[in-house]
Every structure is written in C-alpha cells, then in structure tokens.
Nanobody
Framework: QVQLVASGGGLVQAGGSLRLSCAAS????????MGWYRQAPGKERDVVAL????????YYKESVEGRFTISRDNAKNTVYLQMNSLKPEDTAVYYC????????????????WGQGTQVTVSS
C-alpha cells in the first residue's frame, strides 16, 4: 500500500520559513517524480514545485520561485519543500504527489496523492 505522508506545516508570520516533508512508502521512490501542490479555500489546486526522480530537474510556480526550494533524499524516501520569505498568499493546504512520468506530473496528473498539511501565514 502506497502512502505519502506530509508534515511540517504550521502557523508562521509573514517573512518566516517552514520546511515541509513528504515521506513515501510502498513504492520504489527513486522511480517517481515528486511534486508539491497547494489549495487555498475557494481556489483551485495549484502546482507549487516539482522534481524529477533523480533530482536533477526542478520546476517552480512563478510566484514561489526564488523563495521555495524543492529537494529529495532518495535514501530516505522523502521529498522536501523549503519555504522562505513566506507571504499571506502562500496560506493553503499543501499536498505531495507522485508520478513515474515527469511530463504527466507537470500537467497535474498523479499516480499517488498524500494527505495535506496546513500552512498558514499571518500578516
């Protein structure tokens, strides 16, 4: 049974930082591209950052580029999202997802989806 367990969310003031983690089990982690998505109340789900299976290529939503960094540790079956200079508009539930095909993950398709972790940024 595949599980993606996200953690690390919380309440932070604007300008602060958080580090999200997503621990995967039940799959060959190194075969999968991974991604972080978010959904704010009343808004559609949005891709935040993606990383290829080997970690050599990343993609960022324009509004987070330069502030967020996605990384992965294939030995620990974990993908991370370091979020710096947080803004109130970053407030959302953050989810991690995986797909063996990088291109499909880029267009929002996924094979596995984890539970979310709430990030709240106060002004």
């Amino acid at each position: 049974q595949v599980q993606l367990v996200a953690s690390g969310g919380g309440l932070v003031q604007a300008g602060g930082s958080l580090r999200l983690s997503c621990a995967a089990s039940g799959l060959t982690f190194g075969d999968y591209a991974m991604g972080w998505y978010r959904q704010a109340p009343g808004k559609e789900r949005d891709v935040v950052a993606l990383i290829t299976s080997g970690g050599t290529t990343t993609y960022y939503k324009e509004s987070v580029e330069g502030r967020f960094t996605i990384s992965r540790d294939n030995a620990k079956n974990t993908v991370y999202l370091q979020m710096n200079s947080l803004k109130p508009e970053d407030t959302a539930v953050y989810y991690c997802a995986s797909h063996r095909n990088w291109g499909r993950l880029q267009i929002g398709l996924y094979e596995y989806w984890g539970q979310g972790t709430q990030v709240t940024v106060s002004s």
